[in-house]
């Protein structure tokens, strides 16, 4: 449960991000967080060392095509082990593999209709002359269930061609920090414009602007894009960047209505956490403080946000979710005992065979009805089947919903030197780089988990770009990684900096530290970076560390200080410490004009 704030004077400073009565910097938790996934020797999802040879030799007579050898060992298996039929099927499929008769194939699907390749067996008996075939289970539609919220990249308005060769002009005079350029493209390039495309071009100058540090001609021209009157993404923009320009500014009252249009019009989550979580910030600084709880309130409904996290932990609210990792028992093992499914995705786990493993649950969640969709969650999560596990939470029956930690699954693995880092970190990066893919190759060459790149790797002692496919080795050079940024003065060893580090690189973030008005406010230096992408993935990161700290300790080591203006620290073995930055620009605090 996240710490209780019960006083609304209380709940007003967190929200503008004003110093309560703690320490400049203070330390947090003092171990690293641990993550309840498996279980005693007596669990169902305990195998004896006799099962797993057995298991093991059949698989690999299979993948050496010792046919006779595999089928041998696989008849010798116990009539109701799973993993009998299951052995059958990959035999009487695999290519190569002699020809089995037609009673051995309708005796395998009559018996063991529940296997992911029954389909695939009934098709080749009727082949070979079957004209009555099994009866096989019912197989459930599967739609998308969702993923946690993410701020999203606003498109192009496709429908307006002029805009869009004009934008393409105007973002060469942006990479070039010339927002100056920029705008005098407008002055012929606006004519014939539709109000959609008038709204994005003048944004995209608005800004051009703002990343600068000139925020009365960023606010100028978010006016001037608003005048269009084309609602829509990019209008929700320039109401973002009139908020942030006015907030640098000192000027609440602008910046309080701003925030509450994009709460108000934003058609993404996030954005819309965003703008509910600044606008409580600009009530607040404006003694406005009876509106600041209805604007927490609002963002916080976004539970799975940055910034829904952040208004959350203001108002004393817990996510009202048990972890998923930690709740495989008697219960879940009730639901799925009967299913030779779910018994043989154990079995198979337990001696490396993951991908057969991963077919057997999601068929299992195709066949095995809503009342199975929970428990098949959370043995994903058990048998450290991440991807297995995100699957299931994106896809499952109509009018199902998994609670929110299925989709941060925990695996229990750990980097080949140990954990240095904390886990909830290093699970962070990996969500966001590779969705927990071990073999995903980024058109940059970055491999495996947490997206190293084999220069970066061959840097720290990597032998083969190849090692990065395998997780232990992976997460240990992402860990070398994050503690290498953690080290450089660009970072100073700022978590926020690191995470933006290990998107855009250290080189990017040494010159932001000088040129982004940040005023000292974590906050603000987030949402000014130049750079989307990095925007977005700190934004996402830190959402992430959040939530796995939650889902293993119960309570996030950074929410209250970050709501504060504090920074928090690059985690060590004794948590993060919390550090308050003095105010880049030198002024003080806001008042109720622009200056």
């Known amino acids: 449960m996240i710490r209780v704030v019960t006083r609304l004077s209380r709940l007003a400073l967190l929200a503008m991000g004003v110093a309560m009565p703690v320490a400049a910097m203070a330390e947090t938790a003092n171990t690293l967080p641990s993550f309840p996934i498996m279980t005693s020797d007596s669990s169902p999802l305990a195998l004896g060392d006799g099962d797993k040879g057995r298991y093991r030799a059949i698989f690999s007579a299979l993948r050496d095509q010792k046919w006779a050898d595999a089928k041998a060992m696989t008849i010798a298996l116990d009539t109701q082990d799973p993993m009998r039929a299951l052995a059958l099927s990959e035999l ?13 194939l309708l005796d395998l699907v009559n018996k063991a209709a529940w296997l992911p390749k029954a389909d695939q067996l009934s098709r080749l008996a009727q082949k070979r002359g079957a ?8 197989i459930q539609k599967m739609v998308w269930l969702g993923a946690a919220p993410r701020r999203e990249y606003v498109a192009a308005v496709k429908t307006d061609m002029l805009a869009q060769a004009l934008a393409g002009q105007i973002q060469t005079f942006v990479k070039a920090d010339n927002p100056v350029g920029a705008e005098a493209l407008l002055g012929t390039g606006e004519v014939g414009l539709t109000p959609e495309g008038l709204t994005e071009v003048r944004q995209r100058v608005a800004w051009s602007y703002y990343i600068e540090n000139d925020d009365a001609n960023a606010r100028r021209m978010a006016t001037r894009a608003l005048e269009a009157r084309a609602g829509g993404d990019w209008a929700v923009q320039a109401h973002w960047t009139t908020g942030l320009a006015a907030w640098r500014q000192n000027d609440c009252r602008s910046a309080a209505p701003a925030f509450a249009n994009v709460a108000a019009l934003a058609g993404n989550t996030d954005m819309r956490a965003a703008g509910a979580y600044w606008a409580s910030r600009a009530y607040m600084v404006c003694g406005q403080a009876e509106k600041v709880e209805n604007y927490l309130k609002l963002a916080a409904r976004s539970e799975e946000t940055f910034y829904g996290l952040l208004a959350r932990e203001s108002l004393g609210m817990s996510l009202g979710a048990t972890p998923v990792g930690s709740r495989f ?34 068929y299992q969640a195709k066949i095995g009805g809503t009342a199975q969709y929970d428990a098949l969650i959370r043995l994903a999560g058990a048998l450290s089947m991440p991807e297995t596990q995100l699957w299931l939470a994106h896809n499952g029956p109509a009018g199902k919903q998994p609670d929110s930690f299925a989709r941060f699954p925990a695996p229990d693995w750990r980097p080949d030197g140990g954990w240095r880092v904390d886990p909830s970190l290093i699970y962070a990066h990996t969500l966001q780089e590779s969705g927990f893919r071990t073999n995903v190759v980024s058109s940059a060459g970055a491999r495996g988990l947490m997206q190293v790149r084999p220069g970066t790797g061959s840097d720290m002692g990597l032998a083969s770009a190849d090692q990065l496919f395998v997780p232990s080795t992976n997460m240990e050079f992402g ?31 040494e010159r932001w530290n000088s040129e982004v008005k940040d005023k000292g406010d974590p906050l603000l230096f987030i949402e000014s970076l130049p750079y989307y992408e990095t925007r977005a993935y700190v934004n996402i990161v ?13 309570d996030a080591d950074c929410l209250t200080g970050m709501a504060q203006g504090m920074w928090p620290t690059f985690p060590n073995a004794k948590g993060v410490k919390l550090v308050r930055l003095s105010k880049a620009d030198g002024r003080g605090g806001m008042n109720g004009g622009s200056d």
Do not use: C, H
């Open 131 to 138: 004209t009555i075939l099994p009866t096989l289970p019912q």
């Open 329 to 362: 028992g008697p219960t879940e093992w009730q639901m799925l005992k009967g299913s030779p499914n779910a018994r043989a995705a154990i079995a198979l786990g337990a001696i490396g065979e993951t991908a057969r493993a991963d077919e057997a649950l999601r």
């Open 542 to 554: 830190m959402r992430n560390y959040w939530m796995y700290q939650i889902q293993a300790k119960g």
């Open 92 to 104: 009487y499929l695999a290519k190569g593999s002699p020809k089995v008769e037609l009673f051995e």
């Open 479 to 509: 860990q070398r990684y994050l503690e290498a940024l953690r080290d450089m003065s660009a970072t100073g060893g700022l978590l926020p900096k690191v995470m933006a580090a290990y998107n855009a690189g250290p080189l990017p973030v």
